[in-house]
């Protein structure tokens, strides 16, 4: 066994520190980027720096001289496809905004392919049509370009040319009816503004464990991603859904795009690069659905790591050769949006936690430092559970999960940046409406699987080998590091075995 020893002390051994090395640099961007978004976030609510502070914001009201015409007219787009279970919920909800009847138009973009879906829709759009609403529903006879082809179908319509501002929602997203006056007088009174954006509100968070983590990550995502983003650089992603846009904005920067698969997420940073700016508003919540399957919300994932690393691939060049934005807003870009929240995160959570410090009880003599694997996580995850307060409790599930969902992630990451085959994969979100608490069509019983259905091949293999990790650091090892690996290798069995989610 000489010849082994010598390859691990001159080749294994080095390549591995190389391996711990890189995912420590990794790991201080990554707090840094947190650290950061939090301080912006801390000084949002010391100061109290609310976008009506910021942004001039006036209540929208009727002239007695033009009457209603001093209102903007607005569309409201609502794409969806075979949405049996939740389509009545979201054209009802647009159809109750609070919004002069002459100035609104309801825009239903139905790709369904479902006859009886299709016929229900157009019962319902006719319904809320004898009641005044000026509602629209259209088809179209393919389904090139998926949700981005819908929407850029949808706006070569005549009508919408007489709009000034477009509301996007979601199939199983509900506005309150106050939406519209309380989000279009951002846009009405600040020129400068292309974009506001509201909050999501999950109807269905105590459905399951894994609703509960979703609405932890999520929650997360808006109080320190997008708060930040709009408090400190006026730019965001678009989440596609529950905003308002400045049509001229959106023309101006050539509409609706269908090369990835988060269309929202490339018009807003192209509009963002002509020099337009966004607002993020906390207090206004828009209730939507969380995919309560596991399988739905696996493909969702893949959908929402694979598109960002796809644009990045797409625009880095294009970012860097614009001439509108000044050279630090490039920079946060290209860096803090794109490249450490979208690419490298998801790499350095699977790697770090799911390979290397498991593999690590394989080599003692390599010293991975406290502060990697204690201090900075728990910083990490304090932060995002502070958004989440009634699930605190769940912060090591939360941690256990996320690792799961990182190594799908990651895959999907990969799999954008080298435009691979799964590369404009889209699978719609599976919504159950269950959870909206309203019963408002007979439920489609769905097949019942058996557990050999469920199982999936890459979370037990991964959940297997962590699992061997920890059998070797509780018997020859010397720290106390299996009780974090048999935690680990316990979430992905579960996953593996498919007992998440309903």
């Known amino acids: 066994m000489m010849w082994w020893r010598e390859m691990r002390s001159l080749l294994i051994v080095p390549m591995f520190k190389c391996l711990v090395a890189i995912c420590l640099v990794i790991s201080l961007l990554v707090f840094v980027e947190s650290l950061y978004m939090n301080i912006v976030v801390i000084y949002v609510k010391l100061f109290k720096r609310k976008p009506e502070k910021i942004y001039k914001w006036e209540a929208m009201q009727e002239d007695m001289e033009l009457g209603n015409q001093n209102f903007p007219m607005v569309l409201v ?70 949700k981005a082809g819908a929407l850029k179908q949808g706006m070569r319509h005549s009508y919408v040319k007489t709009c000034t501002y477009i509301a996007i929602f979601d199939a199983d997203f509900q506005p309150e009816p106050d939406y519209l006056q309380r989000t279009v007088p951002f846009l009405i009174h600040n020129s400068e503004l292309a974009l506001v954006q509201a909050r999501w509100k999950f109807v269905n968070a105590k459905k399951c464990l894994m609703t509960r983590m979703q609405e932890m990550s999520l929650n997360y995502h808006f109080t320190a991603e997008q708060e930040s983003g709009s408090t400190r650089h006026a730019f965001f992603g678009f989440n596609g859904t529950a905003g308002v846009w400045r049509l001229a904005a959106m023309e101006e920067a050539g509409g609706w795009k269908d090369r990835t698969t988060v269309e929202d997420m490339d018009l807003a940073v192209r509009v963002g690069l002509h020099g337009w700016k966004f607002v993020f508003v906390n207090d206004v919540a828009v209730k939507s659905e ?140 599976e919504k159950l409406g269950d959870a909206l608490e309203t019963k408002l069509l007979p439920q489609v019983r769905k097949p019942r699987y058996g557990v050999l259905d469920r199982i999936n091949s890459k979370e037990m293999m991964v959940g297997i080998y962590i699992l061997c990790c920890a059998s070797y650091n509780l018997v020859f090892g010397k720290t106390l590091l299996y009780i974090y690996l048999y935690m680990q290798a316990l979430a992905f069995i579960i996953a593996g075995i498919g007992f998440v989610g309903t």
Not at 304 to 333: D, H, Q
Request: charged share 20%; net charge positive.
């Open 77 to 146: 787009q609502i794409p969806m496809y075979n949405e049996r279970e939740v389509f009545q919920l979201s054209i009802g909800a647009a159809c109750r905004l609070i919004w002069p009847l002459d100035r609104l138009i309801v825009q239903v973009l139905d790709d369904s392919t479902d006859p009886t879906i299709m016929e229900m829709v157009n019962i319902e759009c006719g319904k809320w049509a004898t009641k005044g609403i000026n509602i629209k529903c259209e088809r179209r006879d393919n389904r090139n370009g998926y």
């Open 290 to 429: 969380l995919p309560s399957q596991f399988k739905a919300f696996r493909f969702q994932q893949h959908r929402w790591s694979c598109g960002p690393a796809n644009l990045f691939r797409k625009m880095t060049m294009e970012i860097i050769r614009n001439k509108r934005v000044t050279i630090w807003k490039k920079l946060y870009v290209i860096y803090s949006f794109f490249f450490v929240r979208k690419i490298i995160v998801h790499f350095f959570t699977f790697f770090f936690y799911c390979f290397i410090l498991p593999t690590s009880v394989f080599f003692p003599e390599v010293n991975i430092p406290t502060w990697s694997t204690v201090y900075f996580p728990f910083m990490i995850t304090l932060f995002n559970a502070i958004a989440t307060p009634r699930s605190f409790y769940l912060v090591i599930f939360w941690v256990l999960f996320e690792n799961v969902m990182a190594m799908h992630r990651t895959k999907g990451t990969f799999i954008g940046l080298l435009e691979g085959g799964r590369v404009n994969e889209w699978v719609v979100t």
